[in-house]
């Protein structure tokens, strides 16, 4: 950025310029309305100074979508600037809201191309104004229309079983050759697409591991893979969440979704495995089968978490001797697996391995004790039975409208990635440029990415409204009444559908140890145990151990909740301000 500080803020400018797609790259390229603002900038009377540019490859039809168009809002508010200069109108904005925000500011706006200029409010300037409105609505317009198209076109797509987007990792597109020369189809190059001779096996490779229980855990699929060579378009290693979105996808047995619907691709491309395998696959990640065949079965398994390293605590059994009698008697204890690499152990805490992994190894028994001492803290008392009951009921309701709306906003974001890495992938496409097409792989990944984090947010709020309803909450409550003698009295396989029913997550340290995560909970850190609850069970806990605490303490407890829920909200308000236009 320039320095600003000798120039008077009449003369102050900034430019902003916006391409969406690469035919726009033709011909409304960054070079062109660059040139152009400067010149426009130079000769006008007086001359400007330009002071900052924004630049973006955004779409400038959805809402909030240009991160830099905000960005730009933000520094002419915060320094003083007197001019926005833009190439054209349909550059500057596409739909009414980012118009309506642009103009908010009460600067001189200038249309470099038809060199137009005017300040909102300013009565002399209202006939400018309305012209340059009157553009703004056409812009508008033509996005409609070219969504429409664009829509349409995808729909013909789906029907002849061709997939309109990027194809997941495994698979390439390619342009389709004829006489040597790319085949062109109405002034676009015509793709088609194939398997990826490396990443293509390695993902049926993937799939054969899940099935067969030959890895033990989604993370040590990715730990075998990432040695394989498995790797994103850009070169990365896969995270977990891509890793379950891929085994989810019905793309790689020969069948696509698109719109929330599953379609036959008609033989437009090569599946990479059969359904029977990938239908196995989704057994093991519904939990219907056992992910590994290695092992036992034990009552805690995928329960418990190593606080340090964030592994899972696994069951090793043992047999303990009495050495008077000589009989044998089964011990079950334990460990954390210490699954990271030995490196990310080195820097965290100066060992090989985790912490835990050295010990104290927990004994089943005594971690029963501490499960029966964290279900006690359940208990409600008869006079306050009826208003839990009622709030809990209000809270059940209030979060599934909540949980609601937010599946109906990631379906619809999701929706729109999908449509443009379609757009991503035509460019890839048709583009001969290295450098522009590593630019649209590094943005399909992206967005690839997002899917995956969207995919997961999906099925944890549709497992949420599975796990809680209206009628287990009561049940919860009645159980409430005795519920720690219901529990030391359940068989074992009961205490272990009720243990990964209320609880999300155990994480085990060693005695003494306190961490500092959000999640913990500052009145049970003397123990090495720390229960992170599933509703309707959190805040049934949260009120059976506030009555069990002195006034002082409740009253300290919830000016801490109060501190915490003031500091979310100004992060949120920091963060939403970067994305949404100002009042």
């Known amino acids: 950025m320039s320095n600003t500080t000798d120039i008077p803020s009449s003369l102050k400018a900034v430019a902003y310029i916006r391409v969406s797609t690469g035919k726009q790259k033709d011909k409304f390229s960054e070079d062109v309305q660059k040139n152009e603002i400067q010149k426009y900038a130079d000769t006008h009377k007086p001359p400007l100074s330009v002071v900052e540019t924004f630049e973006e490859s955004r779409s400038g039809f959805r809402l909030k979508a240009r991160v830099r168009f905000y960005d730009m809002l933000d520094f002419v508010h915060d320094n003083n600037i007197g001019h926005i200069l833009y ?45 340059e409105d009157a553009e703004a609505v056409k812009a508008e317009s033509e996005s409609i229309n070219t969504s429409d198209l664009v829509t349409a076109a995808q729909a013909e797509k789906v029907e002849r079983g061709e997939y309109p987007g990027s194809p997941p990792l495994g698979y390439l597109c390619e342009p389709i050759m004829v006489d040597g020369k790319p085949l062109i189809v109405k002034g676009e190059i015509k793709n088609r697409t194939i398997v990826d001779p490396v990443q293509g096996p390695l993902m049926k490779k993937m799939f054969e591991l899940c099935a067969s229980g030959e890895a033990r855990s989604l993370r040590d699929l990715n730990s075998i893979m990432k040695n394989l060579g498995q790797r994103s378009r850009t070169g990365r290693i896969l995270t977990l969440e891509e890793v379950r979105r891929y085994l989810r996808t019905p793309f790689y047995y020969g069948w696509f979704k698109w719109g929330g619907k599953l379609y036959s691709n008609k033989g437009t491309y090569e599946p990479i495995i059969s359904k029977v395998l990938f239908d196995e696959v989704q057994e093991v990640l519904d939990g219907r089968r ?35 009698t000589g009989e044998k008697r089964p011990l079950i204890y334990y460990r954390c697996t210490g699954g990271k690499r030995t490196e990310w152990y080195q820097e965290h805490y100066k060992l090989p391995k985790c912490p835990l992994y050295y010990g104290p190894y927990y004994k089943e028994e005594d971690i029963d004790h501490f499960f029966e001492f964290g279900i006690g803290t359940l208990y409600v008392d008869p006079d306050t039975y009826d208003w839990v009951r009622s709030q809990l ?57 997002r899917n995956a984090e969207i995919e997961a947010r999906l099925e944890e709020l549709e497992k949420g409204e599975e796990a809680v309803s209206l009628d287990e909450i009561n049940e919860v409550l009645e159980l409430s009444k005795a519920l720690k003698d219901n529990y030391l009295a359940a068989t074992p396989e009961k205490r272990a559908m009720l243990n990964k029913l209320m609880f999300r997550t155990v994480r085990i340290t060693k005695e003494g140890y306190t961490p500092a995560t959000e999640d913990d909970d500052p009145y049970l850190t003397e123990a090495p145990f720390y229960f992170v609850w599933e509703e309707p069970f959190k805040s049934l806990w949260e009120i059976g151990f506030i009555q069990g605490m002195s006034e002082a303490e409740v009253e300290e407890r919830e000016e801490e909740k109060a501190t915490k829920s003031a500091e979310i909200k100004e992060w949120r308000g920091r963060r939403d301000s970067n994305s949404r236009p100002p009042a």
């Open 87 to 131: 190439y054209m109108t349909s550059r500057a904005s596409r739909n009414d809201l980012d118009w309506a925000a642009l103009k908010s500011l009460r600067v001189r706006l200038h249309n470099v191309t038809s060199g137009r200029a005017f300040t909102p409010g300013l009565k002399a300037d209202r006939r400018i104004k309305n012209q």
């Open 290 to 324: 056992i992910f590994t065949k290695r092992g036992r079965d034990f009552k805690y398994k995928d329960l418990l978490t190593c606080d340090f390293c964030g592994c899972k605590l696994v069951g090793d059994l043992h047999e303990k001797k009495n050495r008077k």
């Open 393 to 449: 009921e209000e809270d059940a309701k209030n979060l599934k409208t909540l949980n609601a709306q937010e599946i109906t906003a990631l379906k619809k974001e999701r929706a729109h990635n999908e449509t443009t890495s379609a757009n991503l992938a035509e460019a890839v496409g048709n583009t001969r440029n290295e450098r522009a097409r590593a630019v649209y792989e590094k943005k399909i990944d992206g967005l690839e990415l």
